[in-house]
C-alpha cells in the first residue's frame, strides 16, 4: 500500500474560524477548536466495531453513500420512522440492507462526551466512512466538515436516486452526473465494492441468467447459496469481492475483467462500454485507484450540505431535537 496517498488528519491545521460569510463551505480544521478530540474519538469507536465484525465497515461506508444520495449529506438517512414522521431507513434500498446504525448510536454518544452539541451526525457519518476505508487497508483523505443535520427526510427520495443493482451502465453514469459525479468518479466510488456482502435477491438474476459477461465458476459458487426461486434465501449474503472481501484493495476491479463482478451494476464498468478502460487502469493500478477513490469520496462529501444556520445539530442521530 505504500503507493497510497496518507494525509494527517491533524497535521499542521490552521485556526477555526468559521464566520457567517464563510459558513456556506466545509473545512477540514472545522471543529479543530470546538472538538480537538474528535477524529480519535470517531476513529476508536470504528476500530472497536470493526474489530466486533469486519463487515460494519462497509455498512458505515454505504450509509454515507446512500445519505449523500438524498438530498445530500445531511445525516437524514439516520432518521428513525415514528407515527408522523416518514424516514428513508425502510426505502427498497434501505431496508432489511442499510445497517451500522447502532455504531453510529456509539459514536455520537462518544463524541457527546467530549464536546456536547458541537458535531452533527452528518459529519460523524463523513469521518465513521474514511476511518473505514483506512482501517480496512485504504487510502485516507482530509474529510471536508461543517455539515449540519436535516430535519427531514424522504423515503421517495432515496427510492428514486439511489442506483438499484438492476441499473445499466448509461442509467448509473446519468444518476451520477446528476451530482455532479463524473464518469470516472463513479468507476472509483464503485471500487468501494472491494468490501462488504450482498443479499442474494440483489444478484440472483445475474448469476441464473447473465451467462455471456459473468465467470462461469463464480456463477455455480453463488449458485450455492442462492437458490433460484424467488423469496428462498433471498437474504443469504456473497461477498461483493470474491478474492479479498475484508480489504480495501483493487481486486474488485481485477474481478471485472475477469467477468467476476456479483452485481449487474458492478459487471456494467466492464462490459465493453466506456469505463472499460478506467476499469483496467485501477485493476492494474492500485495507487490510481486509491488517489481518485479518496479524490471522488471528497466530492461526493460536498453535495448540498446544509452549513450554517440551516438544519440543526442533533443531539440524538435518529431524531430532530
Known amino acids: ?95 432489511n440492507s442499510a445497517r451500522g446504525f447502532e455504531v453510529v448510536d456509539d459514536i455520537k454518544a462518544a463524541v457527546e462526551k467530549v464536546c456536547p ?51 445499466n451502465l448509461n442509467g448509473l453514469i446519468s444518476r451520477f452526473n446528476s451530482f455532479g459525479l463524473s464518469a470516472k468518479d463513479l468507476v472509483a466510488l464503485s471500487g468501494s465494492h472491494t468490501i462488504g456482502q450482498a443479499r442474494c435477491t440483489n444478484f440472483r438474476a445475474r448469476i441464473y441468467n447473465e451467462t455471456n459477461n459473468l465467470d462461469t465458476s463464480l456463477a455455480r459458487t453463488r449458485q450455492g447459496n442462492c437458490p433460484r426461486a424467488t423469496g428462498s434465501g433471498d437474504n443469504n449474503l456473497a461477498p461483493l469481492d470474491l478474492e479479498t472481501p475484508t480489504r480495501f484493495d483493487n481486486h474488485y476491479f481485477v474481478n471485472l475483467v475477469s467477468r467476476k463482478g456479483l452485481l449487474h451494476s458492478d459487471q456494467q464498468l466492464y462490459n ?31 453535495i448540498k450540505p446544509l452549513t450554517g444556520s440551516k438544519g440543526e445539530v442533533r443531539s440524538n442521530c435518529r431524531r430532530i431535537n
Open 1 to 95: 500500500m505504500a503507493s497510497f496517498f496518507i494525509y494527517d488528519q491533524f497535521g499542521c491545521p490552521s485556526a477555526l474560524l468559521v464566520s457567517s460569510n464563510t459558513s456556506a463551505q466545509l473545512s477540514e480544521n472545522y471543529y479543530y477548536s470546538a472538538c480537538p478530540k474528535l477524529y480519535s474519538t470517531v476513529k476508536s469507536t470504528v476500530q472497536s466495531a470493526i474489530a466486533k465484525e469486519t463487515r460494519m465497515g462497509a455498512s458505515l461506508l454505504r450509509l454515507f453513500f446512500h445519505d449523500c444520495f438524498v438530498n445530500g449529506c445531511d445525516g437524514s438517512i439516520l432518521l428513525d420512522d415514528t407515527s408522523s414522521f416518514t424516514g428513508e431507513k425502510k426505502a427498497a434500498p434501505n431496508v
Open 117 to 167: 452539541g458541537v458535531v452533527s451526525c452528518a459529519d460523524i457519518l463523513a469521518i465513521a466512512a474514511h476511518d473505514s476505508v483506512e482501517i480496512l487497508g485504504g487510502p485516507s483523505w482530509n474529510v471536508k466538515l461543517g455539515r449540519r443535520d436535516a430535519r427531514t427526510a424522504s423515503q421517495a427520495a432515496a427510492n428514486q436516486t439511489i442506483p438499484p443493482p438492476t441499473t
Open 272 to 302: 465493453g462500454g466506456s469505463t472499460d478502460t478506467i476499469v483496467r487502469g485501477y485493476s492494474s493500478n492500485p495507487g490510481s485507484f486509491a488517489a481518485d477513490f479518496a479524490a471522488a469520496m471528497i466530492k461526493m462529501g460536498d
